[in-house]
């Protein structure tokens, strides 16, 4: 894979596996309603890699009606170079028209590629979503965020001396289901970002509602 192909590719899944919010936000990926937080864990499966390769800790907060908080911790490891990616961000609930709603949506990322660079990325975007009841005590949560992806790699000086820093904006999209209970919730994943040569990222997540 060439350096600045595996950059790019991991500055995209880290911009887009952020594009996800808290709070009663189902239109951005967590079941949580006002004041409640989340905790999970998730794998993503980029196209040739294994199972474990890339994987994140994410965390979430509903402190206000329709304000929504989040953040996570995303690791990289494809046998090449290893990368971690920070990111938070807030999504705003809009007037909901029950089952679903739209909340516009932006985050902050860095990500550190070992030895490489790093690479920084401002996703924003608006989500999607619903809340469809199986039971009592079961959800159904589809939700959609497509987002405009504005992103900066810094090469290593010592690895690439001279080197300028690259700009670029991009479309993204991702999106998901969402099976919730009452304090658990698992779902599959997707994300795309529309560059020109990557392929979607799929993915599997879960959590609990505290």
Known sequence: MKTKTQAGLLAALAAVSMATA????????????????TLGVGLLF?????AGD???VEGSANPLGPLG???????????LAGAQSYAAGVAWELVPVAPAGACPTASVENVDLEGVGTAFAIPVGIGFGADVPMS??????????PAVIFSRFDPDDGLFPGADSESETDFGVSGGVVVSFRTFFFGGTVQHVFDGDSDPTFGVRAGIRL
């Open 22 to 37: 808290a709070g009663a936000q189902i239109c951005v990926g967590f079941p949580t309603g006002d004041r409640q937080f």
């Open 136 to 145: 009592r005590t079961v959800s159904l949560n589809p939700y959609l965020v």
């Open 69 to 79: 908080l989040f953040g996570s911790v995303t690791f990289f490891d494809d046998g």
């Open 46 to 50: 980029p196209q040739g890699a294994q």
């Open 54 to 56: 890339v994987w994140h």
